[in-house]
């Protein structure tokens, strides 16, 4: 029900956008995410927008670099990732939460999850 699309290999530094499309238009009035899963390490937080789009959260690491946005008109949210680093290197997810009306940066709050796409930034 969510389809991620937009991986790929980056050198350091440069941009890459993802995109994460939903199939079910209610999807437009709750909170999503980004997270992201490098190997072997846990899935972590990456960015959340709440419904409207008027509310963001970053994670520290990808403050002021990455930006979450979304279009509920096309049922997709985005994440622009500027100056990538190797240490972006990872899997990432997006994801719905139905249970929550506010943001979370917790993912066990978050119920449906796309297949992910793969981000590999090259030193």
């Known amino acids: 029900q969510l389809v991620e699309s937009g991986g790929g290999l980056v050198q350091a530094g440069g941009s890459l956008k993802l995109s994460c499309a939903a199939s079910?238009?209610?999807?437009?009035?709750?909170?999503m995410a980004w997270f992201r899963e490098a190997p072997g390490k846990e899935r972590e937080f990456v960015a959340t927008?709440?419904?409207?789009?008027?509310?963001?959260y970053y994670a520290d690491s990808v403050k002021g670099r990455f930006t979450i946005s979304r279009d509920n008109a096309k049922n997709t949210v985005y994440l622009q990732m500027n100056g990538l680093k190797p240490e972006d290197t990872a899997v990432y997810y997006c994801a719905v939460s139905t249970g929550w009306r506010l943001p979370q940066i917790d993912l066990s709050r978050y119920d449906y999850w796309g297949q992910g796409t793969q981000v590999t930034v090259s030193s």
């Open positions: 079910r238009r209610t999807f437009s009035i709750y909170p």
């Open positions: 927008i709440s419904w409207s789009g008027n509310s963001t």
